[in-house]
């Protein structure tokens, strides 16, 4: 018997599955050369951020004030000028006057969130703060293909089956960075191995092949991630590493998601608890709902974790100044059919109707 779970970590999968023959299905043609890849989003963060402070002085480095918490701890612990610019992530089409916080000795982080965000700056050439943009959560999407930034980021673990991967280019060049740090991390090395193995265990679960696997997975997992965590150089992965991350990396993984997200839009209710966020002519990282209420935000996790969904909450703590400000992704990739975004539907639209008239 199979044991479906919507969400949370990417489990191994065999050139015979059909989760991997339908992302195989669309490639992006692109020159594989212009990328340089690292073990992990925070690695690559490091290795373009010691380079860029080698060759100029960096006065700041602004960071969205809504981020990943693991990317803010890694860099604010190895840079003493960090700063924060204030940006409502939900407002997709981001007017920021960076000329009015940046200047020319620094680096402005922007994020690309969840695929959605495209950002009009123009600043003068003469006078200008370094941006890059992170496209970690909306790899492949029009706006990482065509970025004009300085230098890109992306962790495509996020993205891929894989149990470690960052990478980094530079739009306006077709050649990779090669910025490497000649050391062993062995956080790093001890990171993918216990990833790899969590995601191993993870396959046999969710393919039938073992019970009891739960504990087991969990802990490898939270293993894996505290060497992540505790990863704090740039050094280039080994061969096998490279090469076992570049098979993926042309793979589109935004023809599923469409797909999968046109059922759920169409399907699912509309709510006074939650709004979809969603963008025409953009293809969301997943399904995107931001409460207001943030006990009916725990109501409805509960809710969907007793049914085998895993919504994530990105990001906790944040400083937002909207109202509707508690976000939950709910994973739609490749690993997912239409029957699975039927039953996502169905349980949410089901929350709904039991709390239709709570107070918001
Ligand atoms: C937007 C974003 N960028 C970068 C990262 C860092 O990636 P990694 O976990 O591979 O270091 C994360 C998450 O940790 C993230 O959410």
């Known amino acids: ?48 951020l010691k380079e860029i402070s080698n060759k100029q002085k960096i006065n700041k480095i602004w960071l ?12 604010s612990n190895n840079f003493n000028n ?21 200047n020319q000795e620094d680096v402005v982080i922007l994020n690309n969130f969840w695929g ?18 992170d496209h ?19 962790s495509i673990r996020k993205t891929y089956p ?20 000649n050391t062993t991390d062995k956080f790093a090395i001890k990171a993918w191995e216990k990833l790899n193995e969590s995601m191993s265990q993870k396959r046999n679960f969710i393919k039938g092949n073992s019970e009891n696997f739960n504990k087991i997975y969990l802990s490898l997992l939270e293993e894996g991630e505290s060497f992540v965590s505790k990863s704090n150089s740039y050094t280039k992965p080994n061969d096998s590493i490279t090469n076992y991350i570049k098979h993926f990396i042309d793979l589109d993984p935004n023809i599923c998601k469409k797909n999968n997200l046109q059922y759920v839009y169409k399907h699912l209710k509309q709510s006074d608890h939650f709004k979809v966020i969603k963008r025409r002519g ?73 709390n239709y008239g709570q107070s918001n």
């Open 282 to 354: 953009y293809i969301a990282f997943g399904l995107l709902l931001v409460f207001k209420d943030e006990n009916l935000f725990y109501s409805f996790k509960s809710y969907m974790i007793l049914n085998n969904i895993y919504p994530a909450n990105l990001w906790p703590q944040n400083d937002l100044k909207s109202n509707w400000k508690h976000l939950f992704n709910i994973h739609v990739d490749f690993r997912y059919s239409l029957d699975d975004m039927k039953f996502i539907v169905e349980t949410i639209n089901n929350w709904n109707q039991k």
């Open 116 to 133: 959605l965000t495209t950002y009009s700056y123009n600043l003068n050439p003469n006078d200008k703060p370094i941006i890059i943009e």
């Open 82 to 102: 960090v700063d924060f610019y204030y940006i409502n992530p939900f407002r997709l089409n981001a007017k920021l006057n960076i000329e009015q916080f940046a």
């Open 162 to 181: 894989i149990p470690l991967g960052g990478i980094t280019w530079q739009p306006n060049s077709n050649f990779p960075l090669n910025f490497y740090e």
């Open 136 to 154: 970690s959560h909306g790899w492949l999407s029009k706006q990482c293909i065509k970025s004009k930034a300085d230098y890109c980021i992306s």
């Open 64 to 75: 969205p004030s809504y981020f990943c918490h693991n990317v803010i701890n890694n860099i």
């Open 1 to 48: 018997m199979l044991n479906k779970e919507i969400g949370s970590s990417f489990y191994l999968l065999d050139d015979c599955d059909n989760e991997l023959i339908a992302l195989k299905q669309n490639k992006i043609p692109m020159s594989f050369d212009k990328f340089t890849i690292y073990h992990t989003g925070r690695n690559a963060y490091l290795a373009l």
